[in-house]
């Protein structure tokens, strides 16, 4: 079985992000892989395993060939990459990604499934994989906490407001995992010395077939128009604990008529 | 100016409208001249009525069957798109509507704008604002597409009020395909008990964060004030990425936005990307051992103290009163 995961690049979450002149998120330095798209790594490998056999491949949009998040997620143990990378990439949004991302999986050739995670963190539109699920005429189950594959099926646990409810769809689809449905491996020494030498397919947007027009601010098709710190809000009474403390918070609930 | 046709995805639960969708009706009343709603499910008829009242005029509607709503969604709004032509779409930040807008934006070949928390109507321009770096920064960001426009609202960006006429009219729409996608299919649901209200819609909101020292401590400490208070339970981040509580308790930029009357946080240190999802409560209260803890900042009753000691005497009182 084969299994592509989409993992975004992205700046270290740690530190405070700012904007670029043309208001696109600074993307400089060196990135990691988004911890969200770990558990898809995770979940990939074993899933492949439990197939008895198939690859992992990776497919990546970032800018200036990166390639430190995919070193990664090949040290975890995927066994390919497919980086796209492109200056005409710059400011391409949700939409855009997944056209990219969608021919980046058709390029991986034969796919039974795709998996990526339910959002980014750092763009967290969370758009992306049924997005790439609708270019590719495939299903999308999302928000899968739990994933099985077996008589050429994929049947998730989708979380819900009230609980989750039990999908399944032929294969080759797309499913988007949330945080925790599995815990991903650290990468071990030898992990990490073998990922130096694994094959980083790179392309340009041009060797995916697509046009220039179809992706970066063109192809975004929307402008931002304002920037502007939020309003803060006004710090109120604080007050040390004395042991009776609760009871100041017993008479604003009194106040209020809340209780 | 207002837009001439504006649509709502409309979601509900048992036959009820989600709070998200009366409030994107009633944001709709305020820019567009037509309102209408896409509602997917099986019980259409049962939902007009409070459609109509927060405004639509008429409701399209689709039965999924088995199959995952949004997938159907966004096959009949492609569908509908083209024999009535809507200005603006908008959907809310949910777990359907995003299946719904995402497959729907590939569909029409539209950009979507995503965690809306404001929308500005001015001439034919629509512009949707958002919160980033943890809401530190408000970005305003205009559609220079062709039409409809596919905006994602988060929930409780706008109060929902009632204002439309009688229940809307619902139009059966019929005769689209979903292709592969419409295999997707629910074979079970799993609804876990709730006691009180929804976390989006109470007055009041308890939140308990990595302060409260331990996950059997959530229940005593935080469930019971939420539940003599007659609220409903929140958390921040870190205990629910600890595996205390279920994701569907965070409150914050990968949460829930609350804003009730009055938010509690207890032990929750008031992380920018926290705050984002609770800084518009009415009144916030909260109980932290660190003096400098940010929560303070924006917190109109601020009690420095450690919350075993603090707590357990608050339900003690309000035990004593009823
Ligand atoms: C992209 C991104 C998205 C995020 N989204 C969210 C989100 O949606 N929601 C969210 O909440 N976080 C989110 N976070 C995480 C956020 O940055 C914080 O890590 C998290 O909110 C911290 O949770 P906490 O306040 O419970 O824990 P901590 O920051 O560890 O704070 C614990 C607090 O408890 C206090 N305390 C300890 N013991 C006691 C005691 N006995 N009595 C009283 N007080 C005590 C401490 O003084 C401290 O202030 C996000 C982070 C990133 C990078
Ligand atoms: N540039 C990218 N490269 C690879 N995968 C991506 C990229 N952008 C989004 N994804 C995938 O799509 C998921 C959802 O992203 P988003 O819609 O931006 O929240 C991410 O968690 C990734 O799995």
Request: with cysteine; net charge negative; proline share 5%.
């Amino acid at each position: 079985m084969n299994v592509v995961v989409c993992v975004k690049q992205i700046p270290d979450p740690a530190t405070p992000g700012s904007l670029d002149s043309d208001n696109t998120l600074k993307r400089e330095g060196k990135l990691i892989l988004d911890e969200s798209d770990s558990f898809g790594v995770e979940m990939a490998l074993q899933l492949v395993d439990k197939a008895g056999g198939g690859e992992v491949t990776l497919v990546s949009m970032a800018p200036n060939n990166e390639v430190s998040g995919l070193r990664t997620a090949l040290a975890m143990g995927a066994h390919k990459a497919i980086l796209v990378s492109d200056d005409a990439l710059a400011g391409t949004d949700a939409l855009g990604t997944a056209k990219v991302l969608a021919k980046a999986v058709e390029r991986a050739g034969d796919v039974d499934l795709v998996i990526a995670a339910t959002e980014s963190t750092d763009g967290y539109t969370g758009t992306v994989p049924p997005q790439i699920a609708e270019r590719l005429g495939w299903p999308s189950l999302t928000y899968a906490r739990k994933v099985e594959i077996g008589d050429g099926k994929v049947t998730i646990e989708r979380q819900t407001e009230a609980g989750y409810d039990v999908v399944d769809a032929s294969l080759p689809a797309v499913v988007s995992v949330t945080a925790g449905v599995v815990e991903p491996r650290y990468p071990s020494f030898k992990g990490i010395m073998a990922a130096k030498n694994k094959p980083v397919d790179q392309v340009t947007v041009g060797d995916l077939g697509l046009s220039p027009d179809d992706v970066g601010w063109k192809g975004a098709r929307q402008e931002i128009t304002k920037v502007e710190p939020a309003p803060a809000r006004q710090a109120g009474e604080k007050i040390e604990d004395d042991g009776e403390s609760f009871q100041r918070i017993v008479q604003y609930l009194e106040n209020l008529k809340i209780i | 100016m207002a837009l001439s046709k504006v649509w709502v995805y409309a979601e509900a639960e048992g036959g009820t409208p989600l709070s998200a969708t009366l409030e994107l009706l009633t944001k709709a009343r305020e820019i567009g001249d037509t309102v209408e709603a896409v509602f997917v499910g099986a019980d259409a008829d049962a939902v007009a009525a409070k459609l109509g009242e927060y405004g639509a005029a008429k409701v399209y509607a689709a039965d999924p069957g088995q199959t995952l709503t949004g997938v159907v969604a966004a096959a009949a709004i492609a569908k509908l798109v083209e024999e009535h032509q809507p200005d603006l779409i908008l959907f809310a930040q949910s777990y359907d509507g995003r299946d719904a807008i995402a497959r729907l934006s590939v569909k029409l070949d539209r950009p979507v704008l995503t965690n809306g928390m404001s929308v500005g109507v001015e001439g034919d321009n629509v512009t949707v604002g958002t919160a980033i770096f943890g809401g530190n920064l408000l970005v305003d960001t205009t559609f220079r597409s062709e039409k409809p426009y596919l905006a994602a609202i988060r929930p409780k960006s706008f109060a929902a009020e009632p204002g439309g006429a009688g229940a809307a009219e619902v139009v059966k729409v019929e005769g689209f395909d979903a292709g592969r996608a419409a295999e997707a299919t629910v074979r079970d649901r799993h609804v876990e008990e709730r006691e009180g209200p929804k976390l989006e819609d109470a007055t009041v909101v308890v939140s308990g964060g990595r302060g409260i020292g331990a996950p059997e401590n959530y229940e005593p400490l935080v469930e019971e004030l939420a539940k003599l208070l007659k609220g409903a339970s929140g958390a921040s981040r870190a205990i629910v990425d600890a595996g205390w509580v279920p994701y569907a308790k965070q409150v914050g930029q990968t949460g829930k936005t609350v804003k009730p009357r009055v938010y509690i946080a207890l032990g929750i240190s008031g992380a920018t990307q926290h705050m984002v999802g609770m800084k518009g409560s009415d009144n916030i209260i909260a109980v932290n051992k660190d003096g400098e803890a940010p929560i303070f900042s924006i917190a109109d009753l601020g009690i420095v103290g450690d919350v075993h000691k603090v707590v357990p005497k608050i339900i003690e009182a309000l035990k004593a009163r009823s």
